[in-house]
């Protein structure tokens, strides 16, 4: 049987940090800001919107929601991107993707500040992922996924890992910062082949494709730590569940994170602390 890494704990100390940092900037007269940027009313969008918020709170960090309705003109919407990014007392945004089709999302990513992007959307913060510089700041899922190594004593320098998807949120970039580790890592995509004669002699496994259940037994070994960032939604339980076929995998490996209550609930927690450092460092 694995031993089972829930993601409440790792949420905990993280704040925990978090509420003293923030006691000390507003000693200073700093109030740490986040900015949400939500156009339209989309269920994950206001899930994660309330999630953040609540987290918020419980460390001390200041909220301003900018919702916009789903068809307001692009010109507009970019003007108010605008004034939010050049708000001095905005010290991050969140903006809620994919944005609707008639705006450009690419155009909006790049009117943000890198410094200001919480959640590692912009160019400049994925160029500071990749050369592992201090330019913006990574995906929160990406780095929540490290955050769940590192608080469960895993030693990353020299073991072998394996992620599963390549998308720019979570596997390029939870792949760059495992490498920047000094891990060797793999990045299996639609177009690998056997996948899981890849992923069974690693040490540490990825699961980051957002396919219900698609990691099987097979894809993993007696010694190997599963991290699970897959949510999805299982029509037929009525339930959200990960990548992982968390029943059939968790007899086999050594560690594994669930879903739900694994990755997910360190995210928001990932998601302040990148706030708390965008303020400590004006």
């Known amino acids: 049987m694995a031993e089972i890494w829930k993601g409440s704990p790792v949420a905990a100390a993280i704040s925990e940090t978090l509420v003293k940092d923030v006691e000390e900037l507003k000693a200073k007269g700093v109030e740490p800001t986040l900015a949400i940027v939500r156009v339209g009313e989309r269920p994950d969008d206001l899930a994660y919107e309330r999630g953040a918020m609540k987290r918020a709170e419980k460390v001390g960090v200041r909220v301003v929601n900018e919702v916009f309705p789903e068809d307001i003109e692009e010109e507009v919407f970019f003007k108010e991107l605008i004034r939010i990014n050049t708000d001095p007392d905005v010290h991050g945004i969140l903006m809620f993707q994919p944005l609707p089709k008639h705006i ?59 992620v599963i998807g390549r998308s720019l949120i979570i596997g390029r970039p939870v792949a760059m910062m495992l490498m920047h580790e000094n891990a060797t890592v793999v990045n299996c995509h639609t177009r690998t082949v056997d996948v899981p004669s890849i992923t069974s002699k690693a040490d540490i496994l990825i699961a980051a494709a957002g396919v219900l259940r698609s990691v099987k037994p097979e894809f993993t070994n007696p010694d190997q730590i599963v991290i699970d960032v897959g949510i999805n939604w299982d029509e037929e339980a009525g339930t959200i569940a990960g990548d992982v076929d968390f029943d059939a995998v968790e007899p086999v490996v050594k560690a594994i994170t669930p879903v739900p209550a694994g990755v997910g609930s360190v995210t928001t927690s990932v998601l302040m602390k990148h706030v708390v450092e965008a303020a400590k460092a004006l």
């Open 104 to 162: 450009d999302g690419v155009k909006a990513r790049a009117m943000m500040d890198p410094a200001k992007d919480m959640d590692g959307c912009t160019t400049g913060s994925m160029a500071g992922v990749f050369t592992n510089t201090a330019i913006g700041y990574p995906p929160c899922t990406a780095q929540a996924a490290m955050e769940m190594l590192h608080y469960y004593g895993v030693e990353i320098k020299g073991k072998k890992a394996a």
